[in-house]
């Protein structure tokens, strides 16, 4: 299992022949499907909390990272162990527990980065993400909507954040 | 095929079986008249013929009956037969102490003769001889006078594997397991077998059609008006901006407006560029995020992970004899070095984790980026609104002065964009092929033409499957039904062929009585021609007719099998067994006759006047302590005194 959408997230982003938004620019500016995913993604490892599996399609939407992420690959995957160490609320100074949890979410060998495990959790916290939104925003109609919206939820969230 | 028997021969066996072999030549006399006494082993030799011949298991307590006396462990019987010329042997081993029999075979057209374990007769023999054919053939004379009462079952069997009819059951068996199969294999895609389930296809079907042709329709009506309407609607716009072209204080306006329009278009699309690659570099979207990925570098630089030691220095380590500070390693330190290194990062997970640190060491942003270039989108989209506003007020101020003429325009391009618009959303609905927006806008087949296609082109194979079902099983039903009439008529015909036989045989035997088989029903029905229906019998009547019923039997099948039979004409008076001594032989190929010496008058010395090189004489006479002594020819046959004779 790679990269699995959030049951519900295509109506949302109206995905449409493969493009949210009913998108028609070509090259990098065009907003992918993975966009969308990785959205969600930042949303769940924020709430360090993963959804269910059920909340998933059944099929996997890419089998890897596209050439517009691949670079952030890494990243991802230490979102994704600070998420886990602290759901699994993991002392920072635990370095038998930290590296324990390394050892079980990475794999170089594989595209992610992500070990399978990893590779599941990783989903599951887009799920999450995909809750988040939804409950934070209605569903946009153009790109432009969306990326303000979008923006507006992380400003609110580091103002909650600060206060 | 020719099936005669050669000879026998058994060891350690009861009765006056503990050494004999009996040697009939190849090829056997036609007839062999074995004279034996009673408790010399007759109907233990029978017995064995019938296992010989049909292979079947023989019970542990039958094996130890045969047994010869307790001081013989194991014995043997050998059935030596040939077939078609070839000479074939059937041994049975005894093994009296286990209670076991094992068979094995010599064919001397197979592997040069040898035996081979198993009851081997050729397939064709094989599926012939059960049980109940070969008893009417190794045949128990004192059970004649019952023969009548075969039934027709037994009859019935015999015929159809003396006659090969079988092949025709199997063929409708084999026709039946087709059906099956075919019925299997098209069950997934329709389990209709039935009229009214086809007829519910095809109405299925016709109703997806219709739909299809009615959505193409449709789909041809409103392009047709779509092309209409945008023809008229470029002629609107035109008439408009001619119109609106003469006031030109106005046009110089909205042209500077639509100039600043299509600036702000340019910047809402760089500050969506930006805020996208922003988007795509997860430590600028949010503070927040940045944050989390700095202290979790910085974690990784306080716990000083990874580690420089990694799972592969103590994978390698259990496998050395010294440890690296010269203390010899024991095997189980070795087992605690390879559990425990299981804990360690391996080389490639520590190469992940510096991949990350150098990450998050090269990305000093302030993890804003995505947010500052949303805030210049959205001040970008506030420019465009009030662009936007203006334009349409200045083209509303131009419409109010531009005359009745372009107000009925700009009404009918209002009317026509909003139909267009409509037409446009009954054409996606149509024609969408995107299974998410099918989705979306809950399209099924009676309403999107791709979806139609799809339901259309299933039940279309399902009728067709169905339909071609229906006719394969019919035409199997009727396949089906001709077999089994050619079997029931085949049956008929071999029946009374039998009948005929037996009756032209009853003419010649009993000249005193007219006697007839009536028909072979549940038993044989007979007659005579003077009380018509007759069911007593004398014992000599019986007798007749059981042996002109058998030898009809078997007589013309393709198998041409031995008769061998056991006291045959014991209960017969003389006269008749003369008769039964004069007709019966010429009617098999090989008769093996086991007489007593009562039966010589009548029955047995009818074959004294017959060719002598078609006739064998065999006595076999006690010498006591089991043993016998096997006399050939005919004065020692007709000469014997035993203990039988009266």
């Known amino acids: ?163 | 095929m020719r099936v005669s028997i050669t000879g026998w021969k058994c060891r350690n066996l009861r009765g006056g079986l503990r050494e004999v072999d009996l040697d009939l030549g190849s090829p056997p006399r036609r007839w062999t008249l074995v004279q034996i006494p009673n408790g010399l082993g007759k109907t233990t030799t029978m017995e064995l013929f019938r296992y010989g011949f049909t292979g079947a298991a023989i019970p542990p307590e039958v094996v130890q009956n045969l047994r010869a006396d307790d001081t013989v462990e194991t014995g043997q019987f050998e059935l030596r037969l040939s077939l078609d010329d070839v000479p074939c042997r059937v041994v049975i081993a005894f093994d009296f102490r286990s209670g076991a029999a094992e068979y094995s075979t010599a064919r001397a057209a197979e592997r040069g003769g040898g035996l081979e374990p198993g009851w081997l007769l050729p397939e064709g023999l094989r599926d012939l001889l059960k049980r109940p054919l070969v008893e009417l053939f190794v045949f128990d004379g004192e059970l004649a006078t019952e023969i009548r009462a075969v039934g027709k079952d037994r009859a019935t069997t015999a015929i159809e594997a003396l006659y090969r009819l079988d092949p025709i059951g199997t063929l409708g068996k084999q026709v039946e397991r087709l059906v099956d199969e075919q019925f299997k294999k098209v069950s997934s895609i329709s389990t209709a077998r039935e009229e009214s389930a086809l007829r519910r296809l095809k109405t299925e079907f016709e109703a997806a059609r219709d739909a299809h042709t009615r959505l193409i329709g449709q789909q041809q009506q409103f392009s047709t008006r779509k092309a209409v309407l945008s023809s008229r609607l470029a002629e609107v716009a035109a008439d408009i901006e001619a119109i609106m072209a003469s006031d030109r204080g106005r046009q110089e306006q909205r042209g500077t407006l639509q100039g600043d329009l299509d600036a702000n278009l340019a910047k809402v699309n760089e500050a969506v560029a930006s805020a996208m690659a922003a988007l795509r570099s997860p430590a600028q979207v949010a503070p927040a995020v940045r944050e989390r990925l700095q202290r979790l570098g910085d974690q990784l630089y306080t716990l000083k992970l990874p580690e420089s030691i990694s799972r592969e220095f103590f994978t390698e380590l259990a496998g050395e004899d010294q440890c690296v500070c010269g203390r010899p390693i024991s095997d189980h330190e070795r087992g605690v070095i390879v559990s425990r290194s299981g804990r360690y990062l391996a080389e490639d997970q520590i190469s992940v984790i510096n991949q990350m640190k150098l990450a998050l060491r090269d990305n000093p942003s302030d993890g804003r980026a995505y947010v500052v270039a949303c805030e210049d989108l959205e001040a970008r989209q506030r420019e465009r609104q009030t662009l936007n506003h203006r334009k349409d007020r200045l083209e509303r101020e131009m419409l109010a002065d531009g005359g009745e003429r372009l107000t009925a325009l700009a009404e009918e391009r209002d009317r026509i964009n909003a139909e267009l618009r409509t037409l446009v959303e009954a054409l996606e609905r149509l024609t969408t092929k995107d299974p998410d927006r099918q989705k979306q806008l809950r399209l099924g087949w009676e309403t999107n033409i791709p979806l139609c296609q799809l339901t259309e082109a299933g039940r279309r194979h399902r009728l067709e499957t169905a339909t071609n079902m229906r006719l394969f099983a019919r035409r199997s039903e009727k396949l089906g039904s001709i077999i089994r009439a050619t079997r029931s008529k085949a049956l008929d015909l071999l029946r009374e062929r039998v009948r005929q036989a037996t009756n032209d045989k009853l003419a010649v035997i009993l000249r005193n009585e007219r006697l007839r088989v009536e028909r072979i029903t549940g038993r044989l029905e007979m007659a005579s021609d003077r009380v018509g229906s007759k069911e007593s019998l004398s014992e000599g009547q019986n007798l007749a007719v059981a042996y002109a019923f058998l030898t009809s039997l078997l007589q013309d099948a393709p198998y041409k099998l031995p008769f061998v039979v056991d006291s045959p004409a014991v209960s017969l008076d003389v006269q008749v067994r003369r008769e039964v001594g004069q007709l019966i032989p010429d009617f098999f190929d090989q008769m093996i006759m086991f007489v007593i010496s009562s039966e010589r008058q009548g029955f047995a010395d009818a074959f004294y006047s017959r060719d002598d090189d078609e006739v064998a004489y065999l006595t076999i006479a006690p010498l006591g302590g089991g043993a016998v002594d096997v006399q050939r020819g005919k004065s020692a046959f007709r000469d014997f005194h035993g203990r039988d004779a009266s």
Not at chain 1, 75 to 87: F, H, M, P, T
């Open chain 1, 1 to 163: 299992m790679t990269f699995r959408l959030p049951i519900g997230a295509r109506d949302f982003f109206r995905i449409r022949g493969g493009r949210p938004f009913g998108a028609t620019e070509t090259g990098s500016s065009r907003f992918l499907i993975f966009d969308a995913f990785s959205c969600c993604l930042l949303l769940g490892f924020d709430r360090r909390r993963h959804g269910e599996k059920d909340q998933l399609e059944g099929q996997d939407f890419l089998p890897g990272y596209p050439d517009t992420h691949r670079g952030q690959a890494v990243i991802y995957a230490g979102l994704l162990v600070d998420a886990e160490l602290a759901r699994k609320d993991i002392a920072p100074e635990d370095r038998g527990s930290v590296e324990r949890e390394m050892v079980n979410l990475l794999d170089l060998t594989s595209s992610t980065r992500l070990s399978e495990a990893g590779n599941d959790l990783l989903n599951l916290y887009a799920a999450s993400g995909f809750e988040r939104l939804r409950d934070a925003a209605t569903a946009p109609s153009n790109l432009e909507d969306f990326l303000i919206d979008y923006a507006q939820l992380w400003r609110v969230r580091d103002a909650d954040a600060s206060a």
